[in-house]
């Protein structure tokens, strides 16, 4: 891909958390670094429905300082659909070709996965190497989280 190809990465930071051993600037770090092998980075969001990790907390804190924006989710199952959201909302702001990073191992993302290669969009999934396949087989590229 093109330098100039816009970037955004959608993280669902419950389901494939910061991990404990590494801090918060280094994650951030290796992340855009891969999204940078597509292109540059116009947005990185955090969704969580965790009310310290949105809140408050030291996670919070390290993210934004980051450059990682923070999106609190309602805590009745519907993160899914505010990350399907965003990931259209970015896709009707930018035109193809661009990239999506989604991480996460919720299947229930596949099908905006799938509706945005269809029109050509550049779909990334990092997730756990033992997440669902349809995550998987709907991206355009898998990394192991």
Known sequence: MSEETPVAIFWDIDRLPLPSESPTYEIVNKITDKAH?????????????????VNGGSARYDLQAAGVSSVGCA?????????S????????DHPAPATLVVISDDNQLTYACSILRM?????????????????KRRASAFVDW
């Open 75 to 83: 805590q009745d199952g519907t993160k899914n659909v505010t990350i």
């Open 119 to 135: 029109r050509k969009y550049r779909v990334v999934v990092i997730s756990s190497s033992h997440a669902g396949q349809l995550m």
């Open 85 to 92: 959201t965003d990931m259209l909302v970015y896709a009707m």
């Open 37 to 53: 092998e597509d292109g540059f980075v116009v947005l990185f969001k955090a969704y969580s429905d965790v009310p310290e990790l």
